[in-house]
């Protein structure tokens, strides 16, 4: 689908939504653009980059998905590509489904006043911000997941669950941690031709910083976090040894006990003794006591 969302005397915002590969050559052919790029222009693999082809400027931007499931954590299933040509009082902008953020735009510049500098490119820095804040809301989401586990590392008997949670949100932040590094690299590859140009990149790479620097605050919430997860669960499994090895420190001695006098040998002198077994028996409860009176001055009981 073909549709205009702005067409002003300084420039022609030109979408297409799911196009055929006809209707590709079609585009090729009316703008003057390069056939190879625009038909690569919908490969959903295509990470972030800018290319100058014929006096086109191509560009791919990669925008929050709004219908991502819960469970996504790769750049395909996080995000939606949208492929950008632009050149002189033109804006083309290709991608494989409907985007409430173009509609959005469309009609905030409509409804705005007249603008003199408003062109191309001051239209595609519009639209990249709004790319990058639309990032902005499923971070602050991550943002109150990791507060909430934060909150159960320290008490939650549910470990295994808590662990595999933190590994997920790390993977996911990873990835599109990854991405904006892509992406700043093309912000700092784009032609500075103008000084009016320059200014609006300047304000641009500061909206991907800024971004970039909340995904490396979230990464080290949930490294620490996992870091204290482990120490957790190292914390619960030395407790469990230590309660393991009082109890054999208690038994050790009572089983070499019983293992010498269940040995019924012809000429043990403690076998026709009347009081054989409470002397047996005697010596575990010394034993015993000994043991319990030590570890309570050592302070591990």
């Known amino acids: 689908m073909k549709r205009t969302l702005l067409d002003t005397s300084a420039v ?11 209707e590709l ?22 990470l972030p980059k800018v290319e100058e082809i014929d006096g086109s400027l191509f560009i791919i931007v990669r925008t929050w998905d709004p219908s991502a499931t819960p469970r996504a954590s790769s750049v395909q299933q996080l995000t939606r590509k949208i492929a950008v040509f632009i050149r002189e009082q033109l804006l083309l902008t290709i991608h ?7 509609d959005k735009l469309s009609s905030d510049q409509k409804k ?9 490119f001051t239209l595609l820095i519009e639209l990249w911000k709004r790319v990058i804040l639309s990032y902005d809301a499923p971070l602050e989401k991550i943002e109150d997941e990791l507060e909430a586990l934060e909150a159960q590392v320290a008490s939650a008997r549910s470990a295994g669950r808590i662990d595999r949670t933190l590994h997920f949100q790390r993977r ?5 941690r990854r991405l904006f590094w892509h992406t700043r690299n093309v912000v700092q590859h784009l032609p500075r031709d103008r000084k009016d140009h320059t200014v609006l990149l300047h304000d641009l790479a500061d909206e991907v910083e ?44 009572l089983t070499f006990i019983v293992g010498v006098y269940g040995m019924n040998f012809t000429y043990m002198p403690e076998l026709n003794w009347m009081l054989g077994y409470p002397f047996a028996l005697g010596i575990m409860a010394g034993v015993t006591l000994t043991i319990w009176v030590w570890f309570r001055r050592k302070g591990w009981m």
């Open 96 to 102: 494989r489904s409907e985007l409430e953020i173009l």
């Open 210 to 253: 800024h971004t970039m620097f909340y995904f490396d605050e979230l990464v080290d919430d949930v490294t620490g976090l996992m870091t204290l997860e482990v120490s957790r669960a190292s914390q619960r499994t030395n407790e469990v040894i230590r309660v393991l090895t009082i109890f054999s420190v208690f038994f050790m001695p």
């Open 25 to 46: 050559d079609e585009l090729a052919k009316e703008f003057s653009l390069h056939p190879l790029i625009v038909q690569d222009c919908l490969e959903p693999e295509h």
């Open 12 to 22: 022609r915002w030109v979408d297409v939504v799911a196009p055929t590969p006809e």
């Open 112 to 120: 705005s006043p007249p603008r003199a500098s408003l062109n191309s």
């Open 172 to 176: 996911r932040l990873s990835t599109l």
